[in-house]
């Protein structure tokens, strides 16, 4: 039997890349309501990692922060 010294931590190959990992992941945090609507913020790791603003109003979603802004 052979055996090889171990790489160091997080220096060995793996199929798992990080962009697999995240790919089509929305998080969501700081839920807002009140008269006109309902508001959070959406990290998007796909468009490098920005937040967004977006509301719900009548039904109909938009993204309040321009690309490429935070």
Known sequence: MT???PLPYG???SPISAEAL???VVSF???HCDDSGL???EGRP???GRTVLVRLTA???RVLT???FN
Request: charged share 15%; proline share 12%; no cysteine.
């Open 3 to 5: 055996t090889s010294e």
């Open 22 to 24: 995240v790919a089509g």
């Open 39 to 41: 508001y959070w913020l």
């Open 11 to 13: 220096s060995w190959p």
């Open 46 to 48: 796909e468009e490098g």
């Open 59 to 61: 039904g109909e979603i």
């Open 29 to 31: 945090s700081t839920l």
């Open 66 to 68: 321009p690309a490429p």
